[in-house]
């Protein structure tokens, strides 16, 4: 098998045990993406000389001096500060912003011996069906470029658009992305790759580009469970209880969440989750619907009330120096154009605030909740990246989210599913993400023909 | 009267009607500065060729193209970015670290006109009496140097030393800082300037070296309320109603929250509480005790959690890069040597969580809350840079906080009182505070000798 086809557990394993160089797997994966750039496109910087030169440098690293996740090619969002490469927001503000600075979590994956391939393609999760306005912070810079691997006419979803379709298209096997709204699992579920946005601040943020700190978290793509569980040992993400390294999925109970947005929700993914429900069902396990209480139905606009104002002020120094050149929806989130009060925002604090613990509670009764991940398989068109109303609720409830692909939509696009556990319960919801994995892979109907 | 001795107020004002240029302002602080450093130590870096430089191009910006703040010369906390200096977090990890970067404060500073001159020290804020354990980052590069203005034979404060310590020396007329714990407030009181922590993530603390998220806070520093008034000014700190610009203190309700730690309070700080109620009162004011419900005895203890805790995340890109440059306290955070569970961690930030709109409300029953800045006036020695453990409480509750000197301890040092308002109700507690402010520091006994 060409290496750039391996998970990163495979490639490093083969890595380990010499049969791979770090530079040989590098190799394959560039001519991966030389091969598929063109209908993809997720890059927005990437020089393969240098990726080259880091994976010879990796190679010369005695065995004795790896740690387990050495050779480890990645893929970042230009969100997030690489020391040698420009980090660009995809913002003419930032153009050629390059500050010799790596974000935190970046600091932590280089230092460990992970291969910094580029940064990927990110845009706008705030692009409303109807409107042109595309990019976050460019609307000047004209429309997202990448497109959905497995359809090129199709949007990969945002924000972290080259984050999952570099994963989803074999060019990485592990994409770092981050989520404010809906953009680490929607674009898992529209590329077909698992999408794991842990628990809030497990892993520092320090070093990506801020939109409203109380609700952005970083988040990892890859193709399989083994991957993730590579990221949460090298960010050292702790449960209290010791590790479980088996779950059955027989005997166990799971809760399905539809939510006040369910109404949203298209055919495909009604059937993907009628599906997962059916086939944990079949393989033994007990599947009861939650209600969330009072409360939990407020969430979209409390979500909605935070990102506005926390943007009004995190954007307050990219309007004083270039307005013109923010777009207008970010522009008018600093001019508080939709007069979100500061009673409003503090509501909003306030009553998430008061929801977390009572949704760790109910998740605690559950080997995981079940919750869409999309309104839909992913739409024609590169204009909209979709809609992530079913994620920002629990981005702002701080739970871990995985997203499990398996099922597929009218087109054959991969539709997945939200396995959602308690804060800090990241290494159990990815035991159990494994096992529920395995299932809706082999029978939940989606092929991968990548 | 020397440049150097003006507010930033009463020098902008002689900027814009032309009699001093910025050229000479600047030339002014920065000959108080070298008259001063050899026994302040406030500065981390600082060029005052390039200083010059930066005035001489703002004294070029024509009139009508300036900012109400074009000229102000600010002092910045060698933990914030700034493009065209080193940004150290003094830490060996960091020296010569200078990403060529200004953080949203900065930038939107640097953008209005304001005069970067240089970055001041900053020192730990978790010193133990009793342990040689000196900078946050660096225990390596010894103790802390910045001396007390007011007597260089004790403490400025921290961690926001120069910050207050060149404020107070007529070094500069305005600082910025960055409180977790007590950063702002207690230097605040230490050195006789006022010091303001805005409402939590009002003004962005991107670019900001993060300790604990949930907490950290950007604030300012000054000698008058008006100086202050400049900052929210800039930053677009707007509260839901309309600014009063009047406030009297007669008829004016105000409370006074002695809180769990009360028995800490030294006896300047009795004293200067006592005072500062009995000051009230003669100028016709209706002072009453609040007493904090049941929930608030567990602020210390959770403040702690979740500075351990996120500290944890925080500093594993450190720690990993280079734990033995770290200070012994910071590695044992990222080790969790205290062994804070999840569910401890979890429990702080809902706990607290659900404690805000609870003050808030208490909050708008009054004019201000009057609570202690400190122990006492700054203690002898630099090893320690005192207790912040009047301050965690309002930091975590994210409450608008301003220290008011007026007041002194047994050594003629000044003590400073707190005045906490609501969240978002910024503006009015700059209000409240300059007419509070006249009071204090025409009858509170403390007289500026500098």
């Given at each position: 098998?060409?290496?750039?086809?391996?998970?990163?557990?495979q490639?490093l394993?083969?890595i380990?045990n010499?049969?791979?160089?770090?530079?040989?797997?590098?190799?394959?994966l560039l001519?991966?993406?030389?091969?598929?750039d063109?209908?993809?496109?997720?890059?927005?910087?990437?020089?393969?000389?240098?990726?080259?030169?880091?994976?010879?440098?990796?190679?010369?690293?005695?065995?004795?001096d790896?740690?387990?996740?050495?050779?480890?090619?990645?893929?970042?969002k230009?969100?997030?500060?690489?020391?040698?490469?420009?980090?660009?927001y995809?913002?003419?503000?930032y153009?050629?912003?390059?500050?010799k600075?790596?974000?935190?979590?970046i600091?932590?994956?280089?230092?460990?011996?992970?291969l910094i391939?580029?940064?990927?393609?990110?845009f706008?999760?705030?692009?409303?069906p109807?409107?042109?306005?595309?990019?976050?912070?460019a609307?000047?810079?004209?429309?997202?470029?990448?497109?959905?691997?497995?359809?090129?006419?199709r949007?990969?979803?945002?924000?972290?658009?080259?984050?999952?379709?570099?994963v989803?298209?074999?060019?990485?096997?592990?994409?770092v992305?981050?989520?404010?709204?809906?953009?680490?699992?929607?674009?898992?579920?529209?590329n077909?790759?698992?999408?794991f946005?842990p628990?809030?601040?497990?892993?520092?943020?320090?070093g990506?580009?801020?939109y409203?700190?109380?609700l952005?978290?970083?988040?990892?793509?890859?193709?399989?469970?083994?991957?993730?569980?590579?990221?949460t040992?090298?960010f050292?993400?702790?449960?209290d209880d010791?590790?479980?390294?088996?779950?059955?999925?027989?005997?166990a109970?799971?809760?399905?969440a539809?939510?006040v947005?369910?109404?949203?929700?298209?055919p495909?993914?009604?059937?993907?989750?009628?599906?997962?429900?059916?086939?944990l069902?079949?393989h033994?396990?007990?599947?009861?619907?939650?209600e969330?209480?009072?409360?939990?139905?407020?969430?979209?606009?409390?979500?909605?009330a935070?990102?506005e104002?926390?943007?009004?002020?995190?954007?307050?120094?990219?309007?004083?120096?270039?307005?013109?050149?923010?777009?207008?929806?970010?522009?008018?989130?600093v001019?508080?154009?939709?007069?979100?009060?500061?009673?409003?925002?503090?509501?909003?604090?306030?009553?998430?605030?008061?929801?977390?613990?009572?949704?760790?509670?109910?998740?605690?009764?559950?080997?995981a909740?079940l919750?869409?991940?999309?309104?839909?398989?992913?739409?024609?068109?590169l204009?909209?990246?979709?809609s992530?109303v079913?994620n920002?609720?629990?981005?702002?409830?701080h739970?871990?989210?995985i997203?499990i692909?398996?099922?597929?939509?009218?087109n054959?696009?991969?539709?997945?599913?939200?396995?959602?556990?308690?804060?800090?319960?990241?290494?159990?919801?990815?035991?159990?993400s494994?096992?529920?994995?395995?299932?809706?892979?082999?029978e939940g109907?989606?092929?991968?023909?990548?």
């Amino acid at each position: 098998m060409e290496p750039y086809r391996l998970t990163a557990t495979q490639a490093l394993s083969n890595i380990r045990n010499g049969s791979l160089t770090v530079e040989q797997y590098a190799r394959s994966l560039l001519s991966r993406i030389q091969e598929r750039d063109s209908a993809v496109q997720a890059w927005a910087y990437l020089e393969p000389n240098h990726v080259i030169e880091e994976a010879r440098r990796l190679d010369r690293v005695p065995l004795g001096d790896r740690s387990p996740i050495h050779g480890l090619p990645v893929a970042v969002k230009d969100l997030i500060y690489t020391k040698d490469m420009p980090t660009q927001y995809n913002s003419p503000i930032y153009d050629g912003h390059a500050p010799k600075l790596d974000a935190a979590s970046i600091m932590i994956l280089r230092l460990a011996g992970a291969l910094i391939l580029g940064e990927v393609t990110w845009f706008d999760y705030t692009t409303k069906p109807g409107k042109t306005t595309t990019t976050e912070f460019a609307s000047a810079q004209g429309g997202p470029k990448t497109c959905n691997p497995h359809d090129p006419t199709r949007t990969p979803g945002g924000s972290s658009s080259g984050s999952a379709a570099a994963v989803g298209d074999f060019q990485a096997p592990v994409g770092v992305g981050s989520q404010t709204g809906g953009s680490v699992i929607r674009p898992g579920s529209f590329n077909g790759v698992y999408a794991f946005k842990p628990t809030w601040n497990a892993i520092s943020r320090e070093g990506l580009k801020f939109y409203s700190p109380i609700l952005d978290t970083i988040g990892f793509f890859a193709r399989c469970v083994d991957d993730l569980e590579l990221m949460t040992d090298l960010f050292d993400l702790e449960d209290d209880d010791t590790a479980i390294n088996e779950f059955a999925v027989k005997g166990a109970k799971f809760g399905v969440a539809k939510t006040v947005v369910w109404p949203k929700a298209g055919p495909g993914t009604k059937m993907a989750l009628e599906s997962a429900v059916q086939l944990l069902r079949s393989h033994g396990a007990e599947v009861e619907e939650v209600e969330l209480p009072t409360g939990f139905d407020r969430m979209p606009e409390w979500h909605m009330a935070l990102t506005e104002s926390e943007a009004r002020a995190t954007f307050l120094s990219e309007y004083r120096l270039a307005k013109e050149k923010l777009s207008p929806f970010l522009a008018g989130r600093v001019e508080n154009v939709n007069k979100v009060s500061r009673a409003a925002q503090l509501e909003a604090y306030d009553g998430i605030a008061a929801l977390r613990p009572k949704i760790d509670e109910i998740a605690k009764g559950y080997a995981a909740i079940l919750t869409p991940s999309v309104v839909d398989e992913a739409p024609l068109g590169l204009q909209s990246t979709g809609s992530p109303v079913f994620n920002s609720m629990w981005t702002a409830l701080h739970t871990p989210v995985i997203n499990i692909p398996g099922f597929k939509g009218a087109n054959d696009m991969p539709i997945g599913i939200s396995l959602v556990a308690p804060r800090y319960h990241d290494r159990r919801l990815l035991t159990v993400s494994k096992a529920v994995g395995a299932i809706f892979e082999a029978e939940g109907g989606w092929e991968r023909k990548l």
